[in-house]
């Protein structure tokens, strides 16, 4: 289905600054009327055909530039339960990427041209979000060191303590993306996503963007959860360990009880860039702005990095027992 204007038969797409539907045409806001599509092959607008892959959902007519919504990919098993509209719009998103790149290295002119930037597309990329339940209880020795000098003599005192954790962490939407189109390591590195912009799914955020379904699933996804979750905990679990200038666990054990997983789409710009016949890709956090991508034109390294942090710790039980004091 594609969503015309009430007033001029425009495409009315939604737009992140207004955070209204908006026709580009006659400037309307929330004039929009749904119009649906002859087949998943031809645009409801012009009667182009279009090129759909299986995991298309919404999409671009490269004939009238009009967007098609494909309601019968966004309905039953694929409905998406959550969707985080896009907040960065893309004439934001191409000053963001100039902004990262200009004067930065030797750029080719047409890496930053308005021409090629006009290739940028906003893309709403699938995500599972998987809620977990975790307790984690550790126990060893952790070992504090002191010294000190008395006249002539230096005295080292060395303690060793009996440490217990039980630490009981409530894991909240750890985003695990799900397209087979999409670089696993980059969407990790797109992070962090404000969950709480998240809202109940409606088709119309995607008027203007591109859509994927998920082309994986929601089992076979779930070890990556799971090890952001492991390497969360393991974080939370040295942050109440600090002090001890040595540690030894002998029993360690997380265990993850999952709640929920939830399907989500998240907003995610993607430009394109071929250079001496080598493709790269950037990529635009379509909600914080954060870019991503590699120089195609030095040493290549990466822009950003770091990842969410998605556990809240609710309950700690300690247990700090000196065992032996040597003196
Ligand atoms: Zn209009
Ligand atoms: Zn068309």
Redesign the pocket.
């Known amino acids: 289905m594609i969503y015309k204007c009430k007033n001029c038969g425009g495409n009315v797409v939604y737009h992140p600054d207004k955070k209204k539907m908006y026709c580009p045409h006659c400037d309307g806001t929330d004039t929009e009327e749904e119009v649906e599509s002859a087949t998943i092959t031809e645009?409801a607008?012009?009667g182009?055909p279009m090129e759909v892959s299986r995991y298309t959902s919404a999409c671009k007519?490269e004939?009238?530039g009009?967007y098609t919504v494909f309601e019968e990919r966004l309905e039953g098993e694929l409905a998406p339960h959550l969707i985080l509209p896009f907040q960065i719009s893309k004439e934001k998103a191409v000053e963001l990427l100039k902004k990262e790149f200009q004067g930065r290295f030797y750029t080719p002119g047409t890496f930053l041209s308005e021409a090629t930037l006009e290739g940028m597309e906003g893309i709403y990329v699938p995500f599972f979000l998987y809620d977990y339940l975790a307790s984690y209880d550790y126990a060893g020795t952790g070992t504090k060191v002191r010294s000190w000098r008395r006249g002539n003599t230096e005295y080292v005192e060395t303690s060793w303590f009996r440490v217990e954790r039980n630490l009981d962490i409530d894991f909240d939407h750890i985003p695990v993306d799900a397209s087979i189109n999409m670089d696993d390591n980059m969407m990790d590195l797109l992070e962090p996503f404000d969950q709480k912009a998240l809202e109940a799914f409606q088709k119309k955020y995607m008027s203007g963007f591109q859509g994927e379904i998920f082309s994986e699933g929601l089992m076979g996804l779930e070890p990556r959860a799971q090890e952001k979750a492991r390497k969360d905990a393991e974080e939370l679990l040295r942050e109440t360990l600090s002090g001890y200038s040595a540690l030894h666990a002998d029993r360690k054990h997380l265990n993850l009880q999952r709640q929920t997983a939830n399907y989500a789409l998240l907003p995610v710009w993607v430009y394109y860039y071929s250079y001496h016949g080598k493709k790269y890709t950037y990529y635009v956090n379509g909600q914080s702005g954060k870019v991503l991508g590699k120089t195609p034109f030095s040493a290549g390294k990466m822009l950003v990095n770091g990842a969410g942090v998605w556990g809240l710790l609710f309950t700690i039980m300690m247990l700090g027992k000196m065992i032996l004091e040597v003196l």
Do not use: D
């Open positions: 645009c607008n012009c182009a007519c004939h009238c009009s």
